[in-house]
Nanobody, 124 residues
Framework: QVQLVESGGGLVQAGGSLRLSCAAS????????VGWFRQAPGKEREFLGAINWSGGITYYTNSVKGRFTVSRDKAKNTVALQMNALKPEDTAVYYCAAGEYIPTMSKAEGYKYWGQGTQVTVSS
């Protein structure tokens, strides 16, 4: 069993940056893939990026590649999402998720554990 908690969300102006963190308890990330997703009201859940914990290999959707970066901190057992050059259309609730041996890292249905989400609002 894994419990995930996101933090770092808030209000930021367009062009600014935020760094989100996903902390795990119960079990470590050692054998997991950890992904970041977001969902705006009335919209489908959208994959952003993911990382394989042991190998550090990352994967991103094209819409955020170059602006968003996923990284891991093994000492703190956390995964971060660094977001730069933020746009108003980035406004959403952001979630981290984890699972073992996920066949397709961009598919939400492959992740077993989810955090409660953190709100990110980007002003025009």
């Amino acid at each position: 069993q894994v419990q995930l908690v996101e933090s770092g969300g808030g209000l930021v102006q367009a062009g600014g940056s935020l760094r989100l963190s996903c902390a795990a308890s119960g079990r470590t990330f050692s054998s997991y893939a950890v992904g970041w997703f977001r969902q705006a009201p009335g919209k489908e859940r959208e994959f952003l990026g993911a990382i394989n914990w042991s190998g550090g290999i990352t994967y991103y959707t094209n819409s955020v590649k170059g602006r968003f970066t996923v990284s891991r901190d093994k000492a703190k057992n956390t995964v971060a999402l660094q977001m730069n050059a933020l746009k108003p259309e980035d406004t959403a609730v952001y979630y981290c998720a984890a699972g073992e041996y996920i066949p397709t890292m961009s598919k939400a249905e492959g992740y077993k554990y989810w955090g409660q989400g953190t709100q990110v609002t980007v002003s025009s």
